[in-house]
């Protein structure tokens, strides 16, 4: 099994910087997109970032120039570095990774969300 789990969330003003990180642990042969999706209250989940094993992001519109997605292989560790928060970006955050295992084929997986509000 593999399994994500996200940590870093929490309470900042508007314009203040938060980061989360997102462990993943298991049976991992490779590791092959990391993501940070968020879902605010009555909305869909909606992409933020995503890296590739070779390094490539991808960032939505919205966050652009103000977050940072990263990761450390080493680790199995993806970062999202947040920047000049606004109150828009208040949501629950998930992590997301694909890949494959040693013995169970690909695996697609998504953690248990961490609350970011950003609120004066």
């Known amino acids: 099994q593999v399994h994500l789990v996200e940590s870093g969330g929490g309470l900042v003003q508007p314009g203040g910087s938060l980061r989360l990180s997102c462990v993943v642990s298991?049976?991992?042969?490779?590791?092959?997109?990391m993501g940070w999706y968020c879902q605010a209250p009555g909305k869909q989940r909606e992409l933020v970032a995503t890296?590739?094993?070779?390094?490539?992001?991808n960032y939505a519109d919205s966050v652009k120039g103000r977050f940072t997605i990263s990761r450390d292989k080493a680790k199995n560790t993806v970062y999202l570095q947040m920047n000049s928060l606004k109150p828009e970006d208040t949501a629950v955050y998930y992590c997301?990774?694909?890949?494959?295992?040693?013995?169970?084929?690909?695996?697609?997986?998504w953690g248990q969300g961490t609350l970011v509000t950003v609120s004066s």
């Open positions: 298991g049976s991992i042969f490779s590791i092959n997109h």
């Open positions: 997301n990774a694909d890949g494959l295992t040693y013995y169970s084929g690909r695996y697609d997986e």
């Open positions: 890296i590739t094993s070779d390094g490539t992001t």
